[in-house]
C-alpha cells in the first residue's frame, strides 16, 4: 500500500488542450437526480465541475425533494425524456467525461449504457490530440492485446458515483438496481467510488467497517470491470483511519489521507468528491492525480464550509465556491500570498557553473537559507537540458512547499508544472499566457512604468517585479529606475511589488527602510548564486530583511 505514492502526470494535462484547443472547455455530462435543497445531486455536480473550470451538462434522471433533514419525495424522470437528454447532449456536445450519480431504475441505466455505446464520448483524448488516431491505434494493437471492449473503455470517460443511500440515511434505489449497475455500467467505468455501505451493497459484503474491509470490497468489485475502485473511509468506525480512501487498480492499494473536519455540512460530499474527479479527468489528468486533487478540494471546502449555516436539520451542504470571494475582488490565484516575494531568488546558471554545483543543488541551498520563491532563469541551454534542470528543481522546491516560476519560457513552465511563470515586456503578452495557464498558476510580470504595471493587473498577473532599482550586471543595457522610480510604482500599483536589479546584502535596508505597502519583497541573483555557500549567503540577507516585515 502506497500513501499518495503517485507520480504526477507532469504537463501531459496541459500540454494537448493548451496548444491545440486553447478555446475549448473541459465538459463533464453529469447524470444524475436533482436535489431541491441544492446539497448534492446534479447541483453539487454543477457546482463543484464550475468551481474547477470546468463546464457541466446535465442529464436528470429524477426530481427528489429533500433538504438539510432528509428526502421528502422522489419522482423519476420519465424514460423518453430521460433519453432526449443524453441525447442531445451527446449529439451535439463534446463531452469528455460522464459522470454518474443517482441512476433510480433498471430502465435508466440500460438507456445509459445504450447511449454510451451510440455516442462514445472523448475520454482519454486529451492525451491523443499529439498524435493522429489511426497511430494510437497501431500502437494500442502492436503492444497491447486489447479486445474492441476494452478500447471502447479507453474511449468512454465514465465515473460512477453509485448513490444508493442519501447522506440523511434514505434509500434511494434498490438492490435490483445495484446488481445491474454493476453488470451493465461498472465494465464500463474508469473508476466507481462507493462509500462503505455502498460498498457493501456491491460487493455482497455484510457490512464494511475496517480497512481490510475495504481493501477486500475493492478486490470484489473491481472484478466486475472498473479500472479503478475508490473506496471511501469517511465513516470508518476506528477514528484513528477515519477519513482514509483507498484506491485499487488491481494491483495495487493507494491510500489518501485527510483531515477529519467536525461540521455539520457533509451533505453532498460523495457527489462533489466525484464530480471534482470527473473534472480533473477531463482536463486531462491521470486518475491517481484526479483523485488526489479532488480529496485535496474535498478537505478545504469541509474547512471553509464548518461554521456556514443553511437549513434547520443536521446534513447542511458544502460551500463549493470557498475560493471565489478572492476571485470576485482580486482575480487572482487564490493560493499565491504576496508574502512569497520577500526573498526572491533568481537562478543563474553561469554562476551556478562557476562554483560547480548544479541549478537543483543551488536551489536547494537557498531554499534552506530562507528564500521564499525561486524564479528558474536559463538563457543558454538547449529546451530539453532546461526541462530535465526545471523537473529537478520543481522537485525540490515542492519538498519545502516553495513556490517556483520559469523565466520567460512558458512552454517550459506547463510541461514540467511550474508553479508558474515570469515574463518580460517581450514575451507572450500576459492576458494569453493566463488564458494557457489557467487561473491556479502564478503570473509576475516585469514593468518599469505605471503603464505596465496597470496592464498587467488588467490581464490577469498575479504580481510585478520592478527594476533595475541598482546598475547590475545580470542584464545588459538594463535601464535603471532608482528607489523613486521604484516607490512611484509601487505607490501606484494594485498588485504586489518585489524590486529587482543589484539589490544586495549591503543595500537592501536601503531598499526596504521606507518601503511602500505593495512592496512585499527583494529579487536577488549574484547576491545568492554568485558566492561560494549558497545557503549562508541567503540566511544573512534573509536577517538583514526580516525586521521590515515584522513591523
Not at 267 to 283: F, P
Amino acid at each position: 500500500m502506497y500513501s499518495l505514492a503517485v507520480p504526477a502526470n507532469i504537463g501531459l494535462s496541459l500540454l494537448p488542450a493548451a496548444v491545440s484547443e486553447s478555446c475549448r472547455k473541459p465538459h463533464v455530462l453529469s447524470v444524475s437526480g436533482s436535489d431541491s435543497g441544492g446539497g448534492a445531486g446534479m447541483q453539487a455536480d454543477i457546482k463543484a465541475c464550475g468551481a474547477l473550470g470546468v463546464y457541466c451538462s446535465a442529464a436528470i434522471t429524477a426530481i427528489t425533494a429533500q433538504n438539510t433533514t432528509g428526502v421528502q419525495g422522489i419522482q423519476v424522470t420519465p424514460e423518453n425524456i430521460f433519453a432526449m437528454q443524453l441525447q442531445s447532449v451527446l449529439s451535439d456536445m463534446e463531452v469528455d467525461v460522464v459522470k454518474t450519480g443517482m441512476l433510480p431504475t433498471v430502465q435508466i441505466i440500460d438507456i445509459l449504457r445504450s447511449q454510451l455505446e451510440s455516442y462514445p464520448v472523448k475520454g482519454l483524448s486529451h492525451c491523443m490530440q499529439a498524435i493522429e488516431m489511426h497511430i494510437f491505434v497501431h500502437i494500442i494493437l502492436c503492444f497491447s492485446a486489447f479486445s474492441e471492449n476494452t478500447f471502447q473503455r479507453l474511449r468512454s470517460g465514465l465515473v460512477v458515483d453509485p448513490v444508493l443511500i442519501a447522506s440523511s440515511g434514505d434509500c434511494l434505489t434498490s438492490h435490483e438496481v445495484a446488481d445491474m449497475l454493476c453488470k451493465r455500467l461498472l465494465p464500463l467505468a474508469d473508476i466507481v467510488t462507493p462509500n462503505l455501505t455502498e460498498a457493501a451493497v456491491l460487493s455482497g459484503k455484510s457490512r464494511v467497517c475496517t480497512l481490510l474491509d475495504m481493501q477486500e470490497a475493492a478486490k470484489i468489485i473491481k472484478d466486475f470491470g472498473p479500472r479503478y475502485v475508490l473506496v471511501k473511509g469517511g465513516h470508518l468506525q476506528d477514528i484513528s483511519e477515519a477519513n482514509v480512501d483507498l484506491l485499487y487498480d488491481g494491483e495495487t492499494f493507494y491510500d489518501f489521507h485527510g483531515t477529519r473536519v467536525e461540521t455539520l455540512n457533509t451533505h453532498g460530499t460523495g457527489c462533489t468528491l466525484a464530480s471534482c474527479i470527473a473534472a480533473e479527468m477531463a482536463k486531462g489528468v491521470q486518475i491517481p492525480e484526479a483523485v488526489k486533487a479532488a480529496k485535496g478540494y474535498i478537505q478545504a471546502a469541509l474547512e471553509h464550509s464548518k461554521n456556514m449555516k443553511i437549513g434547520k436539520g443536521p446534513h447542511g451542504p458544502l460551500n463549493h465556491f470557498f475560493a471565489f470571494p478572492e476571485y470576485s475582488k482580486i482575480r487572482r490565484h487564490h493560493l499565491f500570498k504576496a508574502s512569497d516575494l520577500r526573498l526572491y531568488a533568481v537562478t543563474d546558471s553561469g554562476m551556478n557553473k562557476r562554483w560547480q554545483r548544479s541549478t537543483a543543488e543551488a536551489v536547494r541551498s537557498a531554499i534552506e537559507g530562507g528564500a521564499t520563491i525561486v524564479q528558474l532563469r536559463e538563457k543558454e541551454a538547449e529546451s530539453s537540458d532546461f526541462f530535465k534542470e526545471a523537473v529537478a528543481c520543481i522537485e525540490v522546491a515542492r519538498k519545502s512547499g516553495v513556490p517556483l516560476v520559469i523565466n520567460d519560457r512558458l512552454d517550459i513552465a506547463m510541461a514540467c508544472g511550474a508553479d508558474g511563470v515570469h515574463l518580460g515586456q517581450s514575451d507572450l503578452p500576459v492576458r494569453e499566457a493566463r488564458m494557457l495557464l489557467g487561473l491556479d498558476k502564478i503570473i509576475g510580470v516585469s514593468c518599469k512604468t505605471v503603464e505596465q504595471v496597470q496592464k498587467a493587473y488588467e490581464d490577469g498577473a498575479n504580481y510585478v517585479g520592478c527594476g533595475g532599482v541598482y546598475p547590475t550586471n545580470t542584464k545588459r543595457n538594463n535601464r535603471t529606475i532608482g528607489l523613486e522610480g521604484l516607490y512611484a510604482i509601487c505607490s501606484a500599483s494594485p498588485l504586489p511589488v518585489v524590486a529587482i536589479g543589484g539589490i544586495n546584502e549591503f543595500n537592501a535596508e536601503e531598499v526596504l527602510r521606507d518601503r511602500p505597502s505593495t512592496l512585499h519583497g527583494i529579487a536577488v541573483v549574484s547576491a545568492l548564486f554568485d558566492k561560494p555557500v549558497v545557503c549562508k549567503a541567503t540566511q544573512v540577507l534573509a536577517g538583514k530583511i526580516s525586521e521590515f516585515f515584522h513591523r
